[in-house]
């Protein structure tokens, strides 16, 4: 499972990791800022991706990791070749040398127990708590 950066209205979720409501001691209060300030960087990444690509904007649950990071690879390389052509530089990147071809699939990844374990993992306030 991987660990996401959340505020204080999502759920207390195994996975999510929530700011420091009132951190005392300066390395706790660095380490809140931090954090609120990474986590507000990919919001707004992700909002730019999100404007753009429908394909960000929908559910990736039953998506596997791989096709996951092809997806957003290519949604990320499509963005800044629309930057790139607004912004009319002389600035030149070469996309061909930036990874494999994107394969999207729709098969089905995990077995369906398997996909109601994880997500009961991840809903697991207990661990949520523990973080």
């Given at each position: 499972m991987g660990y996401y950066l959340a505020d204080g209205i999502y759920p207390s979720w195994a996975t999510i990791v929530k700011s420091i409501q009132m951190?005392?001691?300066?390395?706790r209060k660095y380490f809140a800022k931090a954090q609120e300030a990474d986590r507000k960087d990919v919001e707004?990444?992700?909002g730019v991706l999100q404007s753009r690509f429908a394909i960000v904007r929908g559910s990736a649950r039953f998506w596997d990791t791989k096709t996951l990071g092809?997806?957003?690879?290519?949604?990320?390389?499509?963005?800044?070749?629309?930057?790139?052509?607004?912004?009319?530089?002389?600035f030149d990147l070469d996309y061909d040398e930036?990874?494999?071809q994107v394969r999207a699939s729709h098969e089905r990844t995990d077995d369906f127990d398997e996909y109601i374990r994880k997500y009961s993992e991840i809903k697991d306030k207990t661990t949520h708590f523990q973080l």
């Open positions: 951190p005392q001691g300066n390395k707004q990444a992700f092809q997806i957003m690879r290519a949604c990320i390389i499509m963005n800044n070749m629309i930057v790139e052509d607004e912004r009319d530089d002389d930036m990874g494999e």
